[in-house]
């Protein structure tokens, strides 16, 4: 927070292209609306004695949110030590919490509190005190963007630009063996910027595997950073806190890894967030894409309500066992509602429905997290959330999104070593092709077996984890029978793979605590 003029203080939370004090000055000289559009990713406050004015990026992946009611108005990053300041009693928002469970994710702009909500994306909250006068405005990032012919070229060339606009002098980057990470070093490289590298894994993970290789014939830095039942337990309530429990523990690594690896403060630490933008994130499936995109409204509802059943958080006979407001939330009807407004959410679209569902709900409210927990220990940055690079993207032809082929472009044209290293699940087990070729998303092409970095159903069958959940299931008990919760461990360490449950569980247990701890 810099107080640089009596009376008013600025807070900026993530990066952007102005500091706090320059900040100040367009919010004086051209008013808050003017700091909506800024390049970075971030969420600015300021404040006066009697104001507060919230803005928001358009991607809106840096959290913030409030409460108001009546003259009361209370703000900030924490939902837990909201809800404290405003002496609300902790109540469930049952939707938010049956969407977490099922999707990893909220949706909106809902929080777990019914009454604690998001500042969505590319906003302008005012508000004024005594009068008591909230006034919120948004914009709706993809709706402003010209609609155009765009080149995968083009695309290129704005990314490019993001990454020497942020990179620094020490750059990190993680490094998996995937699509998104590559593009990014292919772009550095480009640039002439030698990143040191970071990969989360064993060492018979593909994605340490891949990596090691590339650092070695580009002679860069790499950091490998193995990942231990004790990180779960250790971090699992600084992570809870920071990302409001939303974030299942499925996912607590994206916490972990950049703390193990030690990187410099003024590092700029790049990571991939937003790529999958320019690529059919949730149907890669080639022309069964595009005949599925002739039939949106069907496609939809048989997309959603296949995706919301194929993996349940708890089986059909466990529902009885769960508060009745969530068990509703869960059951076939609970699906059938959700499936409904997901497809909503997709503008009755398909595949470009589905880019937007992504764009506009799973990456300021899953992704969002991961950034607030990069951001805790590193100077976070992603050239993918540059506004030049979203327009083009979101302006290519479909044929570009399918199968990975803008990224295979991109790396091919900045760097076409790099295609020299096998694709996750690529035909070739040597390299990655230019193209996607047909059928690239049936079992038969996928011929490059991938080895996951991820030893979480092991973990959750170890004794020290067993016994700190059975110690902990009554904390949960107002929205999961303690003895369901048991047999669902027993179960697992009988061989039934319940580690999607059983990371729900931890990750509601740590939300308890932090409500708890809060409350004092």
């Known amino acids: 927070m810099l107080d640089l003029t009596p009376g008013f203080a600025v807070r900026l939370i993530g990066y952007c292209n102005l500091s706090e004090d320059q900040i100040l000055r367009r919010f004086q000289q051209e008013g808050a609306d003017a700091l909506r559009a800024l390049e970075g990713e971030y969420t600015i406050v300021v404040t006066t004695p009697d104001e507060c004015w919230i803005m928001t990026s358009p991607v809106g992946a840096t959290h913030y949110f409030y409460h108001h009611q009546g003259e009361h108005f209370h703000h900030g990053q924490q939902v837990a030590i909201i809800a404290s300041q405003a002496g609300l009693d902790w109540r469930w928002n049952w939707q938010a919490l049956g969407d977490l469970l099922q999707l990893e994710n909220l949706t909106g702009n809902a929080t777990l509190h019914p009454e604690i909500h998001k500042v969505p994306p590319g906003s302008l909250v005012h508000f004024h005190n005594p ?20 080149t995968p070229a083009e695309a ?37 910027i030698r990143p040191h590298l970071v990969t989360v894994g064993s060492e018979t993970s593909s994605d340490v595997q891949v990596a090691r290789r590339i650092a070695t014939h580009f002679n860069l830095r790499h950091n490998l950073i193995q990942l231990e039942l004790d990180d779960l337990l250790d971090h699992g309530l600084a992570v809870s806190a920071l990302t409001n429990g939303t974030k299942t523990a499925s996912h607590w690594h994206t916490f972990v890894y950049p703390l193990k690896a030690s990187i410099p403060s003024g590092a700029a630490f790049f990571v991939g967030t937003l790529g999958e933008l320019a690529r059919n994130y949730y149907f890669d499936y080639g022309s069964l894409g595009l005949l599925a995109d002739r039939f949106p409204t069907f496609s939809l509802n048989q997309f959603w309500s296949l995706k919301l059943s194929r993996h349940p958080t708890f089986l059909e006979g466990e529902l009885e066992g769960l508060a009745p407001e969530l068990s509703r939330e869960l059951d076939s009807g609970g699906i059938q509602r959700r499936a409904r407004r997901l497809s909503g959410f997709c503008h009755h679209r398909f595949l470009q429905g589905l880019t937007r569902y992504y764009f506009e709900q799973r990456v300021p409210n899953f992704y969002a997290n991961g950034i607030a927990m990069y951001r805790s220990s590193s100077a976070w940055r992603s050239p993918f ?20 082929n803008w ?21 070739d087990r040597r390299r990655m092709l230019r193209r996607a070729p047909p059928l690239y998303w049936t079992p038969l092409i996928q011929r490059a077996t991938y080895v996951t970095y991820d030893q979480s159903a092991t973990w959750y069958r170890q004794p020290l984890l067993q016994d700190f959940l059975r110690d902990h299931f009554p904390l949960i ?21 319940r580690t999607r449950t059983l990371a729900h569980l931890l990750t509601l247990i740590r939300w308890r605590q932090v409500l708890s701890e809060a409350a004092l």
């Open 407 to 427: 990224h295979r472009f991109a790396i091919a044209r900045n760097c076409p070593d790099l295609l020299d290293f096998s694709e996750e699940k690529g035909f």
């Open 385 to 404: 959330h540059s506004r030049a690079w979203i327009e083009a993207v979101w302006n290519l032809p479909e044929r570009w999104k399918l199968g990975s």
């Open 477 to 497: 008990d107002d929205l999961v029978d303690p003895a369901l919760a048991a047999r669902i461990a027993d179960s697992h360490c009988s061989g039934m793979d």
């Open 131 to 150: 009068s008591g006068r909230l006034r919120l405005e948004s914009r709706i990032c993809l709706d402003e963007l010209p609609r155009r012919h765009s």
């Open 156 to 192: 290129v060339e704005c990314l490019n630009r993001s990454v020497e606009t942020w990179a620094g002098a020490n750059p990190y980057l993680s490094l998996s063996g995937g699509f998104d990470s590559r593009v990014i070093l292919a772009s550095m490289l480009r640039c002439g």
